[in-house]
């Protein structure tokens, strides 16, 4: 049986129905079970009966609003990985843990790899590594997953909220100055399904922290251009409208993003025998899926 906590966000959603799906046994929990509360967590593994597998896609990714509700998200996203962990380690089960390239401070100049110094910017990348920290040292058990600019059909994301603007405005401004590789949920939520499957099947997958997202090197400006022309193609945009870039002094924010989050993805495809697929090809598949 597998324990799915978040199961009611963008990447949580999209897990679900592939678990759905593949016919996996499994149990979902969203805010019903607060995990910032061990013994909540404790209570709802008594009454499940027990599991083998827990994949945590719960956390607290408000970026800005975190700077003034840092004990929120600290106890999100730092606390309620503790707990999960330990819960974890209680049960016996393996943990799948999902955080994020907010962890570095965006000065690099090549792809993080997932022994790089952590440097987090802002109160959300830096509570999201005290959750690391916290699942390493309380289980070994353990996966951890960072991601970055992930979108999806559930929530709200760069995607969907760009194909919104572009549907209601003659002109968008994207910021040139940040460089990343998007990331579709469902690809990573079938990379969540991989993991589980060779895990049960025997195969030594270490543990340890992995990076996924896809390949490629762009801006948001560049992302955003490519959306639109996608979505021409395939008639979900029936006007026209401008893209123009912008640098992030522009839209000033309460916590800098980072300027560079391009993940290395090397380790992941050696450990589960796969290529991650181009940022531009997922980004295509994922417009097809929509009406």
Not at 199 to 210: E, H, K, L, M, S
Not at 266 to 278: E, T
Request: proline content about 3%.
């Amino acid at each position: 049986m597998i324990w799915l906590i978040g199961m009611k966000g963008m990447l949580g959603t999209e897990v679900a129905r592939l678990f759905e799906t593949q016919g996996l046994a499994y149990r979902g929990t969203d805010r019903e079970v607060d995990i910032t509360r061990e013994e909540s967590l404790a209570a709802f593994a008594r009454e499940a009966g027990g599991f083998s597998w827990i994949v945590n896609c719960a956390a607290y990714t408000a970026v800005d609003k975190a700077e003034e509700d840092e004990r929120t998200c600290e106890g999100i996203n730092r606390d309620g990985a503790a707990n999960i962990a330990q819960t974890a380690a209680r049960l016996g089960a393996k943990l799948i843990h999902i955080s994020t390239d907010y962890v570095f401070n965006g000065q690099g100049s090549r792809p993080y790899r997932e022994d790089d110094e952590p440097s987090p910017l802002g109160v959300y990348g830096r509570t999201k590594q005290a959750g690391e920290t916290a699942i390493l040292e309380r289980h070994e058990a353990a996966y951890i997953i960072r991601t970055a600019w992930l979108y999806g059909a559930y929530g709200t994301n760069f995607v969907t909220t760009m194909l919104r603007l572009m549907g209601e405005r003659d002109r968008v401004q994207v910021v040139q100055d940040q460089r990343g590789s998007p990331t579709w949920a469902y690809d990573l939520a079938a990379l969540i399904l991989r993991l589980i499957g060779l895990g049960d099947a025997g195969t030594g997958v270490p543990y340890g922290i992995y990076h996924f997202s896809h390949q490629g090197d762009i801006s948001w400006f560049d992302f955003a251009q490519a959306i639109y022309q996608e979505a021409r193609d395939l008639g979900l945009l029936s006007r026209s409208c401008v893209i123009t870039p912008c640098t992030s002094a522009e839209f000033p924010a309460k916590v800098t993003r980072p300027a560079y989050s391009v993940l290395d993805k090397s380790k992941i495809q050696a450990a589960l025998g796969i290529q991650v697929p181009a940022w531009q090809g997922a980004l295509r598949a994922f417009l097809a899926t929509l009406d």
